[in-house]
């Protein structure tokens, strides 16, 4: 029990943190906090919950073809693994009732 308590103490500061310091990832153009949420925020938010996944099937992702991921939300962790492991850019579309939630609805505003 204490073991959960700490692991989403830990995603809340990783969050927290990510979402603080994202506004700087601008500096590297409109996708920085895209970048920083797949190369910072999602691995350590799935390290801290001791997440392993396996991902089949990228090959048949094409560079210059749009597509549509949907998350059905099983998880929490469908955004983290989505954001860390699809190689494209990524749009979320969201419930503007999302924008009033702490960090959550700060980093939604900001991209």
């Known amino acids: ?12 500061l990783i969050s927290a943190v990510s979402v603080t310091i994202s506004p700087l990832a601008f ?3 409109r996708q920085g906090p ?14 801290a919950y001791g997440v392993r996944t396996t991902v089949k099937g990228l090959e048949n992702i094409q560079k210059d073809k749009t597509y549509i991921f949907i998350c059905n939300h099983q998880s929490f962790l469908d955004i983290p ?15 503007k009732e999302l924008k009033k939630l702490p960090f959550i609805g700060l980093y939604m505003m900001m991209v």
């Open 27 to 29: 500096i590297v153009g």
């Open 34 to 47: 895209l970048i920083l949420a797949r190369v910072l925020w999602a691995p350590l938010i799935l390290g």
């Open 81 to 95: 693994v989505v954001t860390q492991r699809v190689p494209k850019n990524l749009y979320f579309v969201g419930k």
């Open 1 to 12: 029990m204490l073991g959960t308590y700490l692991r989403h103490t830990l995603a809340f």
